[in-house]
């Protein structure tokens, strides 16, 4: 039973994602995301595993024999905080799993642990402090969690902490927590509702890509693919430039991805160098179904297909992400086209993607 | 062979667009091959010599990749910015001549310097490609191009981009048609691996190893040397052979390994230099730790300016990697 539909959001998967967003899932305890994709995925794969590091490994077979095997990726693990020492009185210390940048950290409201315990990251209020010191980034040595002074005991050394920021949306655009990497996992879903015929579907939703790909090594190893493809969420640091002085050349050159220019195809990054294959493919295929796509600025960054493509005898790979502004903070903004799009293209793709496209030499 | 060097460094290969460079070492190489073939990442594969339960297998492998420049963004003023393609040297680019893979010949430049103390970063730098109007110009976002320049011969020295590592390339190719025209008989079986986008962190070498199974590992790549003026302190000189290997970043050389090249340099009067190269890594490094672990290490070409688009070597240390590689293949391996 395979619904191949226009592949459209609907109302069910802004629901799954928003379910996704608001659950708690930093690198190493993806528990909660990992039995939100079980339940949805059950009822139309072939085969479903979860591996030793946490990994769900699903597989959707195609019509045929010795059919391509493609992998796809998307992790379920958020960057997020660690508890690491209870100071007494609701106060602990805490380290960020991930990338984080400590500056954006003072006064965010934050979950604490799999019982969601409210608690906020706290900075010496600006009446006790000095100018001088309010000058200064705020370090990690100074900043602390507090969850209250009575419930300190409901808090564990290694609880993870994630902020507390709840999904909504305005029009086209979706505000939420971890977009990065769970808009990716709520389409890989929908890719699996609406599987492709002509290949085998391996997908991956991997575990600890915020803090080294490590999932994706083991799932790459286990599933071993002919080409894979890691669906990530990608920075747009698309903000207009204010150069001092020179109108004339003033210009961010450096935006990474622009919101609203739709899925951003990688054809390198810092992990990864794109098999050209599978760019030219995904190009045409973008451009044979008017969809909108970008490419991601080659630069720094990586995806799980860094891992994955040196494993074994390597996989030829490619990352094609959503674009989102924000992300590894309290609230990243993605816009719904773009989601829809990414969805469309890595359809398309891979329902005319020829059986041998690896035959031509790279 | 100095022809060959010259046609092996001209042909652009940057990391991850190695197309046209293995295509030059697939046609040098072919009639010397007794199985040949590319893997899944484009490593081309070479294989020579005895199967059977007595003989070994020996990896051998030089990266057919050059460091180079992918384009970022096309700016409102119609100029090309890029990010490097490996550990592309930044104060070497300035002025600098590069070429577009599709022949789009072009030049370097940056940014005027507004605080005189900031670096010299790559966000400052742009290609001109000369247009006119600069927007006329057909180049997109990845893109690729590098150092456009013809090979300076000077007699025993030979200076060109892209010798990191196409004299790798080259001794290899070498060896290879000397046991074929010398009817060389080899005792184990050798796997030439002519490796892609080692430049961008050793990235095929490992898949490819994956895939034979080596007993033996040996890497032939360029490193560092210490004989010019203020130069960083490295025991290697041009001029004075090849090095064994001993360490660099992402390897210790087995010391069965290294005493095993020493001995069949000495035994075969052929000089060499013993290496410890502080910061660098070669495809021996990942090579070293596939499947259960192979034994692993590297024979090096002396070479200067590395990373630039004037690298040096002496010709007599490239002929002489070749014998010691050659006497290496033949003799037995000992590895006590």
């Not at chain 1, 799999?114 to 000058?135: F, M």
Request: net charge negative; proline share 5%; with cysteine.
């Amino acid at each position: 039973m395979r619904e191949n539909g226009t592949l459209k959001i609907d109302e069910g998967q802004e629901r799954l994602l928003e379910r996704l967003c608001n659950a708690s899932a930093v690198s190493g305890d993806e528990t909660e995301v990992r039995a939100i994709v079980l339940e949805s995925v059950k009822p139309f794969v072939d085969e479903v595993a979860v591996d030793v590091m946490g990994n769900v490994l699903v597989k959707r077979f195609g019509d045929g024999k010795n059919l391509m095997k493609v992998m796809l990726a998307a992790h379920m693990d958020e960057v997020g905080m660690m508890v690491t020492h209870d100071e007494g009185k609701g106060k602990f210390r805490f380290d960020v799993v991930g990338g984080i940048p400590s500056h954006i950290l003072p006064a965010k409201s934050v979950w604490v642990g799999r019982n969601k315990i409210p608690g906020i990251i706290g900075a010496a209020p600006i009446h006790l402090t000095t100018k001088v010191e309010r000058r200064k980034p705020i370090s990690m040595e100074d900043l602390r969690l507090d969850v209250g002074p009575d419930n300190g005991k409901e808090v564990k050394i290694g609880d993870r902490v994630v902020f507390s920021t709840e999904f909504t949306t305005q029009e086209n655009a979706i505000f939420a927590k971890a977009l990065d990497d769970r808009i990716g996992v709520t389409i890989l879903i929908q890719l699996l509702k609406n599987a492709p015929v002509n290949i085998d579907l391996l997908a991956a939703f991997t575990v600890q890509e915020e803090v080294g790909l490590r999932g994706a090594i083991t799932a790459a190893f286990e599933l071993d693919p002919d080409i894979a493809i890691a669906i990530d969420c990608t920075p747009a640091n698309d903000q207009p430039a204010w150069d001092e002085g020179d109108d004339r050349w003033s210009e961010n050159t450096q935006y990474n991805t622009r919101l609203g220019k739709g899925p951003a195809v990688y054809v390198a990054d810092r992990g990864t160098i794109s098999d050209p294959r599978l760019v030219r493919h995904f190009v045409n295929a973008s451009q044979e179904n008017d969809i909108p796509f970008q490419f991601r600025q080659p630069g720094g960054g990586r995806t799980d297909a860094a891992a994955i493509h040196k494993q074994r005898s390597g996989t030829p790979s490619i990352s094609i992400s959503v674009p989102a502004r924000y992300v590894h903070t309290p609230l990243s903004v993605c816009d719904r086209l773009d989601w829809e799009n990414t969805q469309k293209l890595i359809n398309f793709g891979l329902v005319s993607i020829p059986g041998d496209i690896l035959a031509v030499e790279i | 062979m100095k022809n060959l060097i010259c046609s092996l460094c001209e042909v652009p290969g940057p990391s991850g667009f190695e197309t046209r460079i293995r295509k030059l070492i697939k046609s040098e190489v072919e009639s010397y091959a007794d199985e040949i073939r590319t893997d899944n990442l484009g490593n081309l594969i070479v294989r020579k010599g005895k199967t059977g339960p007595e003989s070994k297998r020996i990896m051998i492998a030089a990266h057919m990749d050059e460091i180079g420049f992918m384009v970022t963004h096309i700016d409102k003023g119609g100029y090309v910015r890029f990010m490097p393609i490996g550990g592309v040297n930044a104060s070497a680019c300035i002025g600098s001549r590069v070429r577009m893979l599709d022949g789009l010949p072009g030049l370097i430049h940056a940014e005027r310097k507004l605080n005189g103390d900031k670096p010299l970063t790559f966000e400052n730098m742009f290609i001109d490609l000369g247009y006119e109007d600069q927007r006329d110009n057909p180049v997109q976002v990845g893109d690729v191009a590098v150092y456009d320049y013809h090979p300076i011969d000077l007699g025993d020295r030979l200076v060109s981009k892209a010798l990191d590592d196409r004299i790798g390339v080259a001794v290899l190719v070498e060896t290879l048609r000397m046991i074929k025209e010398d009817d060389i008989n080899l005792s184990n079986d050798i796997y030439f691996v002519f490796t892609v986008q080692e430049e961008v962190g050793l990235r095929g070498a490992a898949p490819a190893a994956f895939g034979i199974k080596p007993d033996l590992g040996i890497a032939v790549d360029v490193t560092r040397t210490g004989d010019t003026p203020k130069a960083l302190r490295m025991s290697v000189d041009l001029g004075k052979g090849p090095a064994v290997k001993v360490r660099d970043q992402r390897l210790i050389a087995d010391p069965r390994v290294v005493s095993w090249m020493v001995s069949v340099a000495e035994k075969s009067e052929i000089p060499y230099q013993l290496e410890v190269l502080e910061s660098g890594s070669t495809d021996a490094g990942v090579i070293q730790l596939v499947q259960t672990g192979v034994p692993a290490g590297c024979l090096s070409i002396p070479c200067r300016y590395l990373h630039t688009p004037s690298e040096m070597v002496d010709l007599r240390d490239v002929k002489n990697a070749v014998r010691l590689m050659i006497e290496l293949l033949t003799q037995p391996v000992s590895l006590v």
